[in-house]
T-cell receptor
Framework: GQNIDQPTEMTATEGAIVQINCTYQ??????LFWYQQHAGEAPTFLSY??LDGLEEKGRFSSFLSRSKGYSYLLLKELQMKDSASYLC??????????WGAGTKLIIKP | GAVVSQHPSWVICKSGTSVKIECRSL??????MFWYRQFPKQSLMLMAT?????????EQGVEKDKFLINHASLTLSTLTVTSAHPEDSSFYIC???????????FGEGSRLTVL
């Protein structure tokens, strides 16, 4: 079956770095997305990886290893506003998105 | 970036009535639109996938006759919750994609409360 795994909750300190991991098993693969979702709001797009390696966008970076079925989202210089849920989703061969349950990130001063 | 507009943002209705939620892609042609519902503190649950001009594909456990989805054009999809009941109260979110765009864009979400 198809499956996405990511930690349920993580805690980090303001100004620090945190890495949120995601492993996936899908029927075919057409890329992996990371979304940020604040409570009561719709998800907002963070990154899309389809090739192996690290892609950096400001304070956020996303990494993909297709051979390992693994991705991570790296957040640097954490700010209080980064407290949110982070959703990992893989696009399968039918262009259907398979969603993880999300990782709730708690930032402490 | 691409914009997907969802309307209404909030809706409160009486039990037994029907509610329509619209999802529009404002600056691109959405070949595929997705509808999700999300309960508090839970992840998105895909309800159905709709391709323009064809019938929606519903996920297992989602009632087709209760959640009517229409994708009549490349820029508009609608979700109608028929004979709504309090257990249908949820956050409904649409998303749209095009192969050319290579990304998936979300609407702002619609919070439905059924009294």
């Amino acid at each position: 079956g198809q499956n996405i795994d990511q930690p349920t909750e993580m805690t980090a300190t303001e100004g620090a770095i945190v890495q949120i991991n995601c492993t996936y098993q899908t029927s075919g693969f057409n890329g992996l997305f990371w979304y940020q979702q604040h409570a009561g709001e719709a998800p907002t797009f963070l990154s899309y990886n389809v090739l192996d390696g690290l892609e950096e966008k400001g304070r956020f970076s996303s990494f993909l290893s297709r051979s390992k079925g693994y991705s991570y989202l790296l957040l640097k210089e954490l700010q209080m506003k980064d407290s949110a849920s982070y959703l990992c989703a893989a696009l399968d061969s039918n262009y259907q998105l398979i969603w993880g349950a999300g990782t709730k990130l708690i930032i402490k001063p | 970036g691409a914009v997907v507009s969802q309307h209404p943002s909030w809706v409160i209705c009486k039990s037994g009535t029907s509610v329509k939620i619209e999802c529009r892609s404002l600056d691109f042609q959405a070949t595929t639109m997705f509808w999700y519902r999300q309960f508090p503190k839970q992840s998105l649950m895909l309800m159905a996938t709709s391709n323009e001009g064809s019938k929606a594909t519903y996920e297992q456990g989602v009632e087709k006759d209760k959640f009517l989805i229409n994708h009549a054009s490349l820029t508009l999809s609608t979700l109608t919750v028929t004979s709504a009941h309090p257990e249908d109260s949820s956050f409904y979110i649409c998303s749209a994609s095009s192969r050319a765009a290579g990304e998936l864009f979300f609407g702002e979400g619609s919070r439905l409360t059924v009294l």
